[in-house]
């Protein structure tokens, strides 16, 4: 199967400071990707859609200051904290899909454990 | 507001039980429904979606519409099945919804 590889796998930063994960499909385009949060022991929180050349569409309640998301080519999109704070600890999904419906298949980055001290 | 539910956090069955996780989703038209797994550090991965009707690695899905339910089910479970399983739909605005996950363990 298609393969999404995030980095980095962990990540444990300064309060204040701003982390970037990126997004990598390693062997298809992908025309969009998905962010997500995952908090312990719930589910995985839609945070954003991103397809490639355009603005990336936020869930209500997620700030778009707060969490930039580039979608530059049809193989990577980031996703930068800014300005962490200790409850932006949390482990970051990516996934990427293609075609007609975008979503209805996905696959999944091995996701990002952010750690804000 | 459209929701999907998984009323398990745990299911414990022993090898070579039937095991049936449970999903049920808030009505909504003609909601497309997926069945995610995520074994234990691996990445999470699609397993099944209603629309393919089809079977992996002996698990099957059914639409109940009347219920609203979209319950996974095996008929023998086998250790290598102990995993998270997540129900997910998209919803009707195409957004993207995810259950909380049922955790599976399938004990000798």
């Known amino acids: 199967g298609a393969v999404v590889s995030q980095h980095p796998s962990r990540v444990i930063c300064k309060s204040g400071t701003s982390v970037k994960i990126e997004c990598r499909s390693l062997?298809?385009?992908?025309?969009?990707m998905f962010w997500y949060r995952q908090f312990p022991k719930q589910s995985l929180m839609l945070m954003a859609t991103?397809?490639?050349?355009?603005?990336?569409?936020?869930e209500q309640g997620v700030e778009k200051d707060k969490f930039l998301i580039n979608h530059a080519s049809l193989t990577l999109s980031t996703l930068t904290v800014t300005s962490a704070h200790p409850e932006d600890s949390s482990f970051y999904i990516c996934?990427?899909?293609?075609?007609?419906?975008?979503?209805?298949?996905?696959?999944f980055g091995q996701g990002t454990r952010l750690t804000v001290v | 507001a459209q929701r999907v539910t998984q009323p398990e956090k745990l299911l414990s069955v022993f090898k070579g039980a039937p095991v049936e996780l449970k999903c049920n989703y808030s009505?909504?038209?003609?909601?497309?429904l997926f069945w995610y797994v995520q074994y234990s550090r691996q990445r999470l991965q699609l397993l099944l979606r209603?629309?393919s009707r089809e079977s992996i690695k002996g698990f099957t899905a059914d639409l109940n519409k009347g219920e609203t339910s979209f319950h996974l089910k095996k008929p023998f479970a086998q250790e290598e099945d102990s995993a998270m399983y997540y129900c997910?739909?998209?919803?009707?605005?195409?957004?993207?919804?995810f259950g909380k996950g049922t955790k599976l363990s399938v004990k000798p």
């Open positions: 209603h629309i």
């Open positions: 009505y909504s038209g003609s909601p497309e």
């Open positions: 997910r739909r998209r919803g009707s605005q195409g957004n993207l919804i």
């Open positions: 991103s397809n490639e050349g355009s603005k990336a569409t936020y």
């Open positions: 996934s990427a899909s293609w075609g007609a419906h975008p979503g209805t298949e996905a696959f």
């Open positions: 062997d298809f385009q992908a025309t969009t």
